[in-house]
């Protein structure tokens, strides 16, 4: 049973130990010398503010010129097409685990695309079924004949069921790939929407039942209601009947708030235990309220950098991230796991806690959830992960007997018994499913994967590069074993570094089939900013702190060429949404490191991405550019602003989504157009559908895929490369 955290509405975007490599300090370029005085650092001084138009004739105009140029170049070499079959075969492919989720009575859902189902079915079966070679599923809802039949683009956002009986559900449907959403009631009996029944019209935000005939709704309600970051402010109580503008207000939020949300704490038997209220202040600090029989609200005493993970056995597991003294007086530390007897609690908010876990310094949990009677966690030690098992009755602990020196994680749990599914990966181990017993131990390995690619003579390493500031930073890199150690290999370096979002191994087959089945070299950067190694890890590179999360990407670009793993010419980086301003970053401040850039869905006007769409939210990660002292530091970075003449720039490939809701289209938009007015050549595609996730649907992603990798291919396997 899963609790769903709040703290956050939204979060931006998937060895042998060699001895660490001493590296001299990375420093930021001298290029911001030659920038010029004063460019965009205001609305005055932008020349592609029109550019930020989203869906205006003259920026569509742009687009499509800059789309026919970029698809006329990528799709016009010859490679191209070997690339996109492969890709659209992989994606496509029936040959796929079926992520599984229990429901209340123990049978198992499923979203599934392939190419027949291109936008998804929404399916069904038993647990038994499941577990066999070839489940008899029952179709419950077809996203591509709803389409089909109303005409629309929709996307599947998801389901919320009502509990126990989970017969009625709102399903959450999105116009093109949106963050914004249109919510409808539907039985999954009659497997209909409901005449007459529960309709929400777009909007950010949710919807949460309390019964049959109540929910809260958090939308946008009309002038006002929204926060700076664009999602709702208020939560509101709507009775069946009712519309949207008669529900009752019960709960509102500040205006520089991220949002505001309500939802039930259920039982194991979905009976509701509390109506919580989620405030969030920023996108790291929350508040959570109770909503009392009377129609009050209490505040609940939590730590404002805590999430509410799961209720199990009558038990409220809680993470901090921040160190924090309880009302009872204990004291617990940033990272830790606590619990409490919820309805002791909740009478009286002295009531101790238990201290369940406090991971290690090389230690992170990445995933928890209840069955039944247990606490399932996934707890990784430098990076590799195993599943532990807590027994609320006295918090003590086994492991799960899986493989090691992988990625695990904690999928769906059941809420009749103790039975929880776990997957397991690696990047040359194809994902595998198994289904565990938390009461007993058992495990049973239920599905896997078939190689998608040939990995024999691959291996993996895991090395660290010593940062500016002497922090030593892990990467792992997926090579041949015969890989020659003169820097002629054409290697692919990932980044993210943001969020707390922790980059673990996992198998890919299209970075396997399309990278290194082709005599390429992955490398993954565990960098700060991440969650790798827990809060501190991620709070090492907050705000005023981000460009130590920029140096430890340059950090380990550097000892790939130090080792001699790669060379400039052969060295191409690539990540999306804050990675994608990672991208940015490496692009202004180190660009005589690299030969090719793939600037994924970016971030990259810094001083002004709090104005657009969902950027207020972002604040608590990088900061206020409206307040002097924080705009400093983020102007040191942004790499808009610091686009420069003269620089060894490489051509770079940007793609962006004119749907993406959430990081606006405009960022990649303009850094497109600053970087060919400074006479740099560059690729910019921009997909006209498919939201923050750049694909709408299974072509679309092998698209944009096959484009990325004939780029790679183009700048980093051609000889000579040149920038």
Known sequence: MTIRSLASVAALLLAAGAAP?????????????????????????????????????????????????????????????????????????RDRIPSPGFTHDGRVDNFWQDADHVRGIWRRTTLDSYRTDAPQWETILDIDALSAAEGANWVYKGATCLAPEERYCLISLSNGGKDAVTIREFDSVTKTFVEGGISLPESKGGASWIDKDTLLISRDFGEGSLTDSGYPRTVRLMKRGQSVDQAVEVFAGQQTDVSVSGYTL?????????????????????????????????????????????LVAGQLVV????????????????????????????????????????PGEREAIEGLNATRNKLVVALYENVRGSVYVYDPADWSRTRLDLPQNVSVGVGSASEQDDKIFVSVTGYLNPSSLYLADAATGAVALTKALPDKFDASGMRVDQFEARSADGTMIP???????????????????????GFQSSLLPGYSPTVGKLWLGRGGVYVIANTRGGGEFGPKWHQAA?????????????????????????????????????????MGAMLTQRPD??????????????????????????????????????????????????????????EVFIHTSTKDDRVHPGHARKAAARMEELGYPVLFYENTDGGHAAGANLRETARRIALEYTYLTRRLMDQPAQP
Request: proline share 5%.
């Open 319 to 358: 993470t901090t991230d921040q160190d924090w003294t309880a009302p009872s007086g204990q004291e617990f530390r940033t990272g830790d796991v606590i619990a409490w007897n919820l309805q002791a609690w909740l009478a009286d908010p002295k009531t101790p806690a238990r201290l369940v876990i406090r």
């Open 542 to 582: 907050q705000q005023e702190n981000r460009q130590r999360a920029h140096e430890d990407f340059q950090a380990v670009a550097q000892g790939l060429i130090t080792r001699g793993i790669t060379s400039q010419p052969h060295l191409g980086i690539m990540g999306g949404s804050q990675g994608g301003l990672f």
């Open 21 to 93: 490599v001493a590296m001299a300090q990375t420093t930021v370029s001298t290029s911001a010398a030659s920038t010029v005085p004063g460019f965009a650092t205001s609305d005055a001084t932008d020349p592609y503010l029109w550019l930020e138009e989203v869906e205006s004739d003259r920026a569509m105009e742009w687009v499509k010129a800059h789309n026919e140029t970029s698809l006329g170049t990528l799709q016009g070499d010859l490679r191209y097409e070997t690339l996109h079959q492969q890709a659209l075969d992989l994606v496509q492919s």
């Open 475 to 497: 990467y792992f890199v997926v090579h041949k074993d015969a890989m020659a150690m003169d820097g002629s290999n054409p290697t692919l370096l990932y980044g993210y570094g």
């Open 266 to 310: 259920r039982d194991a038997d979905g009976a509701v235990q509390a109506v919580l209220l989620n405030r969030g202040i920023n996108f790291y600090e929350s508040e959570t309220w109770r909503l009392n029989a009377d129609g009050s609200t209490t505040k609940l005493e939590l730590p404002l950098k805590s999430n509410i993970n799961a």
């Open 593 to 650: 490191l690299i030969n090719a850039a793939v600037i994924q869905v970016p971030l990259f006007d810094m001083l002004r991405f709090h104005k657009l769409l969902a950027g207020a939210s972002w604040m608590g990660e990088y900061g206020d550019p409206d307040i002097p002292e924080q705009r400093a530091w983020i102007e040191q970075y942004s790499p808009y602003q610091r686009l420069a003449a003269g620089q060894p720039y490489p």
